[in-house]
Structures are given as C-alpha cells and as structure tokens.
C-alpha cells in the first residue's frame, strides 16, 4: 500500500511539476525521456488505489446486507418459536446466565443456532452418555427481540402456579447438564 502510494505520488510530481522546476533539478531530460514508463506507473497506481476503493465498497455492502439478513431472519423466527425453543431461551432468563452449556444435537439449539437467535462460544464437551455439548449465549441482534411477553414470562415477581409451570416447561436436558456442586469433605 505505502509502496503505491509513493509510486502514485512520485509519478504524479514528475508529470505535473513546472518545465522551470524539472530543469532546476535537472530532472527534465529524465521526464521527457520516461515519459510513457512514468505515465504507465500513475495508471497503475491510480488503478491500484480504485480497486481498493471498489473491494472496500463490495465488503461493506456485502456486510450490511448480511446484517439487514440477520435481523429480518431473526424477526421471523421470534414470531414463530415453538415451546421448546421459548423455553430453551427462558432458561438463559430463569438462570440469570449469559452463557450456558446445552448440547449440540438438540433440535431447539441447532433451530436456534441456525436461525442467528444463539451463538455458540466454544467450550465444547463430548460425553458418552449426554453426547456433545457447547457453551452457548444470546446473540446481541436477537436481545433485543426477546422480551418477557415473547418468551411467556410474568411480569415481577412469579406466583406459586406461574412458578410450577415454568418449572413444569423446562427444557428436558437441562437437568442433566446442571454441574454438581462440589462440597468439601
């Protein structure tokens, strides 16, 4: 890039320079003998810089619309999510977790995963028995589609029935990836 930009700058200042200026430094037979190799060497930069600019363009158009993409997915799928899947987010909520660890072959994750509302931060276990499970957390374009009316929650504090029903709706894997608590002997 430097290298361009010098190549740019010297070959601009050899062709638009004054005659008097050339003929002070001694430059002016240089610059009518390499005329066209001086000429060549703007074209070049000048094309070298507007490829830059174009690349850039393309990548920022090309990232807004994944973006637009995204969030539209993301709109759609909170209008449709199915028990599972809202209740797999309302652990994240019931918790008061950033990240949890859920596994990786369960549908309601893959739905949320594929559909940009999850993203998996790595951290990834492989059990025999469980199978293999990820560290994940709520992507930051879907929070603030996820509500408390979205996900069925109660308002403040949850009565004694509000209570068993979100108990009772829990996902069925989450048990069985609560870590034991260690005690000391």
Not at 33 to 57: E, K
Request: charged share 20%.
């Amino acid at each position: 890039m430097s290298a361009m930009l010098w190549l740019v700058i010297v070959c601009v200042g050899l062709m638009f320079a004054p005659q008097a200026l050339l003929q002070q430094l001694s430059l002016a037979d240089f610059v009518m003998q390499y005329n066209f190799i001086i000429g060549l060497g703007l074209i070049i930069g000048a094309a070298y810089f507007l490829s830059q600019l174009v690349s850039f363009i393309t990548d920022e158009s090309i990232q807004h619309l994944q973006k637009k993409r995204t969030v539209e997915t993301i709109e759609a799928k909170v209008k449709l999510l199915d028990p599972a899947e809202r209740a797999l987010l309302r652990e994240f909520f019931l918790q008061g977790a950033t990240l949890l660890a859920l596994p990786q072959n369960e549908l309601a994750v893959k739905s949320l995963l594929e559909t940009n509302i999850l993203e998996k931060v790595g951290n990834e276990r492989h059990y025999a028995i469980q199978g293999p499970t990820a560290e994940y957390k709520i992507s930051m374009s879907a929070r603030i589609y996820l509500n408390r009316d979205v996900l069925r929650l109660p308002a403040g504090e949850p009565t004694p029935e509000e209570l068993s029903y979100l108990i009772k709706t829990r996902p069925h894997f989450i048990n069985g990836l609560v870590q034991p608590r260690k005690h000391a002997a």
